[in-house]
């Protein structure tokens, strides 16, 4: 176990070791450390080290000149100059704010970023605004299509984030494949198979074979199969694709550069970089804001008061299970796996810095 402080200023040393301004540093290291406070170890500080080794590959830029390339009064197109994801799209989601602030909403897609980290933390800049924040960004082409072995998607998060007055807020994130990657990674750290449905092998036969997208497998849609509903994920997972790269001018479908350094970037790209987007809706712009809240308090207490079925507790309320975990890792630490422990301790000697 790991307090949140030790593992915050470590992985703030580590992106100051690479080159990243003052300020890009302690960005970064906020939205990285949020995915492991709210319990997405997958993409907390077990990713550092994937980032420095794209630093160390050429393919992240971390003094990055983010820049507004296009715009309207509601709306912009970022270049995110190959920064580190963890840093443009904050910086994105800070124009999609001032425009909606301003208009009423603001919608910014972002090319020529990196991996951005957890979708709900980029979503949830929008709510201290009394607005809805929306984040969703393409990823490595992982994922095949329903009726396809080709792997032509990413796991592309969708999240949203909505205000409320005395409950907490509504935060929805999650992926567009039965399972992200992550997940996998975790799987292969423990040495435990994968539940069914998740992945395929490159024939198309389903596999429980945490490894099996290292023998060229793929994961699959959200719903799994088509009797499932794995063509609605496939919608879901195209939809974020588009506005993300598509709308952008960032790589899209199998033209994203891939998260791991050791394998390139697809020859002929399509366009720059992985893409992000982004959106902020003023409350106020509907409704006053404080009936809305109102609303959504009542809204989620009637969704807690559901029946439950059998052997369960309660209904759920997106954001939940995110929020108590930050409040129980807040004060009893962080837990990580042995792998993750060996990988930062090999962070701190290539940079001359503690860890334990």
């Known amino acids: 176990m790991y307090s949140y402080k030790q593992l915050f200023d470590f992985t703030q040393e580590v992106f100051l ?13 906020e939205v990285l450390l949020e995915a492991d406070l709210r319990g997405v170890d997958s993409h907390g500080v077990a990713r550092l080290s994937g980032y420095v080794r794209l630093w160390e590959a050429g393919r992240i830029n971390v003094t990055p000149k983010v820049r507004i390339v296009h715009e309207t009064p509601s709306t912009a197109t970022v270049d995110g100059d190959g920064g580190l994801g963890l840093v443009v799209a904050p910086q994105a989601m800070r124009i999609a704010i001032e425009k909606a602030s301003k208009v009423g909403t603001g919608w910014v897609s972002v090319k020529n970023s990196n991996h951005f980290g957890i979708a709900g933390i980029h979503a949830m800049e929008a709510l201290n605004h009394d607005m809805i924040g929306m984040a969703m960004t393409n990823a490595s082409p992982l994922v095949a299509p329903t009726f396809s072995t080709d792997r032509m998607l990413g796991t592309n998060p ?12 509504f935060v929805a994130d999650f992926a567009t494949a039965s399972a992200a990657n992550g997940k996998l990674e975790i799987l292969q750290r423990k ?7 998740w992945i395929q092998t490159r024939e198309g036969e389903r596999s429980t074979n945490a490894n099996e997208l290292k023998e060229g497998g793929a994961l699959l849609p959200l719903g799994s199969d088509k009797t499932h509903g794995s063509h609605k994920g496939y919608a879901l997972a195209s939809i974020v694709d588009i506005f993300s790269a598509v709308l952008s001018g960032a790589n899209y479908g199998p033209w994203v550069p891939p998260f791991v350094s050791f394998l390139s970037p697809p020859e002929n790209p399509v366009g720059e970089g992985i893409g992000h987007f982004l959106g902020a809706m003023r409350i106020d712009a509907f409704r006053p804001a404080d009936d809305f809240k ?9 969704f807690r008061k559901a029946n439950v079925v059998k052997g369960e507790k309660c209904v759920v309320i997106p954001g939940d299970p995110e929020r108590e975990m930050t409040e129980k890792r807040l004060k009893k630490g962080i837990p990580l796996l042995a792998p993750v422990e060996r990988d930062l301790e090999s962070l701190a000697q290539k940079f001359k810095l503690k860890f334990k």
């Open 191 to 197: 040495e435990k198979k994968a539940p069914a449905g």
């Open 294 to 302: 109102e609303h959504m308090d009542n809204w989620i207490e009637t």
């Open 158 to 169: 969708i999240a949203v984030a909505v205000p409320t007055k005395n409950q907490p807020a």
């Open 17 to 29: 070791a690479i080159g990243c301004p003052a300020e890009d540093a302690k960005l970064a290291t």
